[in-house]
């Protein structure tokens, strides 16, 4: 067994359902903290379930120099990694919580204990994303057997609330290094973006969610005496047509045009002969850096007012988009993709949100990278055993591009 698998089988066995980490954090601290990686973890959110996050960052020596290393010279040799002498930082991202199992009975082998069957690894979070983390990290071990001192800073950042609200997550990590001052360059969040073949995707984007819950005022009243009440719904029909068809914007070179949709209306006391007296609809924009959240509110609302309806309207932005064009990053790990499978990888902005939103704002250079996407969160959610030595490989590749060590041993 490899080591990257067997890390990958041990995280597996943690049931670190959202937000419990379940001590997977310290499988990952075990390895870093021998290596030189100061680790801190910070707790977030309520007590009766907290969130469980780690900030690792390499310091630039190993523990066993410090018996006889002079305190001033460790401190030089920790500060030649800092932002501020021009050696540039790369952090590997990503979360051990995982969502729930869904009915045990349907899963062939138990969730939480690894299992491997035709070449295919078995287990809750084995692509998202355990397997990922167990990559990262042994490609860190790897990278930095053969280059101790490398002219590039590393760091981890870790939580167990991806798959939850992300409120005491991966923002309050960042908050909390902007507040220290730590200068992030490029982070690879660890998702799962390969669609057929590891190394065929890469997400260099992600569009930005804002959702509204619209209230439309009606008057209730009986249904045999329609002049004696108002029908929201029916006031609402024409507005939603005109929502339906609206062009929000052309999208761009990267991301397809803002999508506007409908997840939910209710209207109704329950009785046939009752006009209700106010409609809610639950809707959600998906957008583009071609639009700004206040942009579409602004547009929603002039459709409304045209429509001369009463109603009262709460909005709720989930995230921004976030966009990183192709430079430094996305070709380190293009080219580590070519070279660990020989495919020229996709770039897409595709699917849900992520913990990269929050990245973004702290670090210019985002993407996210990992294995095939096609059982995620599904029963039975696994991972080709043949793909995980090409991922650490591909996250070791890219250490050795971005610290201008490639092709070296």
């Known amino acids: 067994m490899s080591r990257t698998l067997d890390l990958a089988e041990q995280l597996i066995s943690r049931a670190s359902l959202t937000p419990d980490d379940a001590g997977c954090q310290d499988l990952l601290v075990a390895p870093l903290r021998p290596l030189g990686f100061?680790?801190?973890?910070?707790?977030?959110?309520?007590?009766?379930?907290?969130?469980?996050?780690?900030?690792?960052?390499?310091?630039?020596?190993?523990p066993l120099v410090l018996a006889r290393t002079t305190q001033s010279a460790i401190e030089s040799i920790a500060n030649s990694n800092s932002a501020g002498n021009g050696v540039k930082t790369l952090v590997f991202a990503g979360h051990t919580d995982v969502v729930p199992t869904g009915p045990l009975a349907q899963w062939h082998s138990p969730p939480f204990t690894p299992s491997q069957r035709a070449g295919r690894l078995y287990g809750r979070g084995a692509a998202d994303m355990k397997t990922s983390l167990a990559a990262m990290v042994v490609a860190v071990e790897e990278f930095l057997a053969l280059h101790p001192q490398p002219a590039l800073s590393i760091a981890f950042l870790i939580t167990s609330d991806e798959e939850g609200p992300g409120i005491d997550g991966t923002a309050v990590v960042c908050r909390e290094l902007l507040a220290r001052g730590e200068v992030l360059d490029y982070c690879i969040v660890g998702e799962p973006t390969s669609v057929s073949h590891l190394g065929d995707t890469i997400k260099n984007g992600r569009r930005g969610t804002l959702s509204g819950t619209l209230t439309?005022?009606?008057?209730?009243?009986?249904?045999?005496y329609p002049h004696l009440a108002k029908n929201p719904?029916?006031?609402?029909?024409?507005?939603?047509?005109?929502?339906?068809?609206?062009?929000?914007?052309?999208?761009?070179?990267?991301?397809?045009?803002?999508?506007?949709?409908?997840?939910?209306?209710?209207?109704?006391?329950?009785?046939?002969?009752?006009?209700?007296?106010?409609?809610?609809?639950?809707?959600?924009?998906r957008f583009s850096t071609a639009s700004t959240p206040e942009s579409l509110q602004q547009r929603l609302i002039a459709i409304l007012s045209r429509h001369q309806l009463d109603y009262d309207l709460k909005w709720t932005l989930?995230?921004?988009?976030?966009?990183?064009?192709?430079?430094?990053?996305?070709?380190?790990?293009?080219?580590a993709i070519l070279q660990a499978t020989g495919l020229h990888a996709e770039l897409s902005t595709t699917g849900g949100t992520s913990d990269g939103r929050f990245i973004a704002k702290v670090c210019p250079q985002v993407i996210e990278f990992g294995p095939v996407n096609a059982t995620i969160h599904q029963i039975n959610e696994c991972v080709a055993v043949s793909s995980i030595e090409p991922l650490k490989n591909i996250y070791k590749g890219v250490l050795e591009r971005l610290a201008g060590l490639a092709g070296l041993a």
């Open 38 to 62: 100061r680790c801190d973890t910070i707790v977030s959110g309520p007590a009766h379930c907290p969130v469980t996050n780690l900030w690792a960052k390499f310091e630039g020596f190993r």
């Open 318 to 335: 989930g995230g921004l988009p976030f966009l990183t064009t192709p430079g430094t990053l996305v070709e380190a790990v293009r080219g």
């Open 216 to 224: 439309v005022k009606g008057v209730q009243g009986h249904i045999a």
């Open 233 to 285: 719904i029916h006031l609402f029909a024409p507005a939603l047509a005109d929502l339906v068809a609206a062009k929000w914007d052309e999208g761009n070179a990267f991301f397809p045009a803002t999508s506007w949709q409908v997840s939910n209306v209710h209207a109704g006391t329950g009785a046939t002969n009752v006009i209700p007296g106010g409609l809610v609809v639950d809707f959600n924009f």
